[in-house]
């Protein structure tokens, strides 16, 4: 074991298994992965992405970019995980990635002798012949060999959620400034969130020796959050990431439920939330970074402050014989630190010259820079620049920090530098956002908390809360120094970029290929990508590109941080939109009648409609919905309209609304009537048609297609408000109050006859086509009735409140027995609307005019209506525009095929000689043959002329003949009937 | 973002839905004899600012207001809100048939 | 005619305790009343004569004195007023319906009272909107969105809340509600 006795923020009560590559293990609550890992003595955890060199654990935090594992079995599987952001769990079970064979011998690691040849824009150049050979055999070999994880390639078993949060101050990061920010605000009154993306509060207290006030900063920490939960006005959000700032305020976080432990949990694992905040600190500390010299990637080179979090806050022995390579005074403080634990630290090397070392029980070389490592599965030496060789199993290495500034990026931030402490700090930040803490560039903690304390009060008076006595805190931390970048370059092998195996060399080949910006230089050998988004390599590539350009780091600039800061499972991005509940679905009021008797439902937008309604023995859809066709036309059948959008228009003015937005005219419209209506855009083209009855002189009622039900109602809104403001007149939608059916065929007015209250005369005389009123039902349950038909028949279309409906159906196919009453479907539906050549959305397809609908004479000419203007363009309104017709196969034994084109006979098929196309299709059972509709040229003037219906996805080519669009009973008399 | 709604408060944008440049509540009369270049400089002409622009939303899970808002297109910053019957009324001279 | 048909709602008169989260299903009597532009001046004095009380700013609602007639406004020219007897009606819509447009609404909506401890969290996972005292006071009545669905949420205590929505989604909104209830359980 390498876990030291007596230290650390562990409970070695709690026991937990795991296992690695197999390999049973064990840790205790408390640990991560990553420290769970070492406590093993397994520096070893994976391959790196292209060359596939042994890698280890090099940080203990999200900015790890080596330490990537395949994390749990089968559905549940995960890849590139980051082995240091996972807290264990009982049963974990991890593998290592990316390779072919044991990890410790893995067969393509050829290609990191191959590495010459594999440097930045290699597959660019290489894999370029011939063509064809790319998808097909060099992408899936490089895919594999250059892949890191994998998918499970099975649907998610686990659950997400999603929520929002409302809050005075966000603070981001529960780190020193963070939890004396919250303090702070907590004790004035304000509306707080304090999120940190560890289990654990108290960020770098919890890795470090530091007194606070003569205690130490683990208890400070403790005591802080202790009186943080006892306040009301405080959510603690620890395991949430907030991934990212947004307009207005907006934060985007992912908290962790679950941890990670999938299986054994049915609430969500993780949680999406959506922080909307008046204020924010951004209190998210800093990242270090390291340091380049031949080989610095070798399994247990590691960052220093992570290797003296390891020892103080998991009590992890990491090696035998330790090293630390610093530039600043933070190495030191790592050196000391394992020092009091017992470690054995062998040497520490630190590049500046001209310091005093802090400590003396140690040894150490000042000036001096390691150049080269030694070691194939773990480091076992180095060497340093005057030759002096050293045997180590760990180098801590501490090139400086770099403020974790991302989130101040998101909305177009540009860092700024900061020559003192050799980092970039955040520039403009999104509005209502401060910087606190080693986030802003300060690095020692009286610093940071005086900041604070600052910051905070001009805060909390801009909120409106009062500031009470100022928290006095004073640590034992010293001001911070650290070295400028080197300016030269290291020489050998030397790694930028852990993650995507960057090194010095690839930048040089980018820059002398051209590709200097730093943005190309990104794309082109891929620094700073994927999971880790470059916390540990970006600045410093930046460093080395800064030298080949011979220009100052800030003059070299920065690439620009997007959302998120650290991955974000697609998962929670669903959410709960998922499989049955991906979206919302409305059903109709005859939903659970129609479910009875087995119909089958077609999504309709957000609508369950019943498509038709099979019998015992039916074989094919066509045999149920010919069936309801021929029942309904020859005696009575019934079909749920609900869908259509109904909108009630009431007002003085709503006639004159209606004279507006239609294109044909409704002023004259007379009480009890009902018109069909046709609305355009303001451009000529067709929007959306339906009918509108008039109940009395200040109120219509609308019906609109159900696909634009919305848009319509929105349109109207927009002509109501901004259009015509002075005008009373009022909308409301109705679709969901009034259940809505269409009774047809020739017995639909005896059956009405049947269920409506005495003395209601719906006589032809009385109530003719296209007549409307109030009317009464089942002893006096209120009812609006319409004279109209869409299926060409006697017909009618009842509404009645929706609470009736389900009894309403129950009652009418009872009392319609003796009519052959049929319950009919929208393909029923559908075919009648084709045999009567009835537009419908295939038509008004939003290419369409009124004249190619064949209702070019409809439109007003005379007064100012929505699009009439516009529809009188040349091209719109010609004789050779394209004309709604219909189409009849010459063989009746072919069937149409929607969406075929239209060519003259004996012409080449192909664009330049296409007329139309056909958009709707359908079997006529009164005709018994296929019938379309579709749009030609002139087609109003060829009828009887035969052409060719081509469809170019088969080549078929039917011969049709133009004929009218209304195929049955042109001239009306049964509707009229 | 969040759209301060003038009655109701700020509001996430998830609420509303966009249309476009505000020009389109200045719409041309039909008068004989029939202008067809302004229908089309109506229909199809904007300016597309770099910086303020006013524009057109529609509150539809809210209270179906239409509202003119003023937002910096580079900043997304929300300058102003005002349903558009009170920026019509406040345009008159700009607009032939309110 | 000598048939009757009878009424359902739409979640067939739902109870369901889910941790500390009641659900119930209530379904008052829901009528819009749009203001004739010539009536706006006097909306205020013709609403209190007719219904002894004050009419609520937007977003905002107002109770009779027995709390069984609810007035809410939704936007300058709209309320909505919700009546929890049937018998009270007639005599109050018969009098409006002078002199403002009056539409039935009543089956239009499906509605769910959620009540108990956990509301807030409950409704924290769907509802976009700060609840808090504060900001969302017992009696405010606003719409929003939820899980793609419009809803108007009226807080009618400290701990229980209307939530009106459209009611040919119903079941959608109950099991956007139900799995709010349950992974917070």
Known sequence: MFRLENRGLINREKRLNFSFNGKKLHGYEGDTLASALLANGNHLVGRSFKYHRPRGIFSSGSEEPSALIQLGLGANTEPNIRATTIQLFNDLVANSQNHFGPLEWDFMRVNDFLSPFLSAGFYYKTFMWPKSFWEKIYEPIIRKAAGLGKLSGEPDPSTYDKGFLHCDLLIIGAGPSGLLSALMAARGGAKVIIADEDFLLGGSLNGDHTQINNDTGVNWVKKTIEELISFKNVRLMPKTTIYGAFDHGIFGALEIKTNFDRIKSDKPRQVLWRIYAKQSVLCSGSSERSLLFGNNDRPAIMLSRSVRQYCNRWGIIPGKKISIYTNNDDGWITAKDLKEAGCNVVMVIDERPDIIAPIKNVDYRLGKKVVETKGSLRISSIRLDDGTKVETDCLAVSGGFNPNVHLTCHERGRPQWQEKNQCFIPGKTPKGMEVVGAASGVFDLNSIFEETTLKMKKILSYLGYKHRKVIKLTADHKPYNVSAFSKSLAKGKVWIDLQNDVTIKDIKIAVQEGFHSVELLKRYTTLGMATDQGKTSNVLGLSVLSILKNKPIEEVGTTIYRPPFTPVPIGAFAGRSRGKHFKPFRLTPSHQWAEQRNAVFVETGNWLRAQWFPLAGERTWRESVDREVLQTRESVGICDVTTLGKIDIKGRDAGAFLNFVYANNFGKLAVGKVRYGLMLRDDGIAFDDGTTARFSEDHFVMTTTTANAVTVFRHLEFCRQCLKPAWDVHLLSTTDHWAQFAIAGPNSRALLSEILDPKIDISNESFPFMACGKVSIFNGIEARLFRISFSGELAYELALPRRYASSFMEHIFEIGKKFNLVPYGTEALGVMRIEKGHAAGNELNGQTTANNLGLGKMVSKLNDCIGNTMSEREKIDGEAVLKLVGFAPTNKMQSLVAGSHFISKGKPAKLANDEGWMSSVAFSPMLNKSIGLGFIKAGDQRFGEKVDSVNPLNKEVIEVEITSPHFFDPKGDRLRG | ?98 | MDKKISPTTPLSGLHSVIGNVTLNEVNPEIFCISIPKEMNKKVASEFKRILKFDIPIIGQSSLNKNSTIRLIRNSLDQFFILFEKASEVAGVMNSLEKYFYITEQSDAWVGIEISGKSSYSCLERICPLDLSTESFGVNTAVRTLMEHLNVLIIKTTEESFLLLSASSSAKSFLNAVETSAENIA
């Open chain 2, 1 to 98: 973002m969040i759209i301060p709604h003038p009655h109701l408060g700020p509001r996430d944008a998830c609420e509303f839905v966009y249309k476009g440049d505000a020009e389109l509540v200045f719409r041309p009369e039909r008068v004989a004899p029939v202008d067809y270049d302004t229908f089309h400089n109506y229909l199809y002409l904007r300016q597309n600012p770099a910086g303020a622009h006013k524009e057109l939303w529609y509150h539809e899970y809210g209270d179906r207001s239409w509202l003119v808002v003023t937002r910096n297109t580079q900043t997304h910053e929300i300058l102003k809100v005002e349903f558009a019957s009170e920026y019509l009324s406040g345009q008159k001279d700009r607009k032939s048939n309110v």
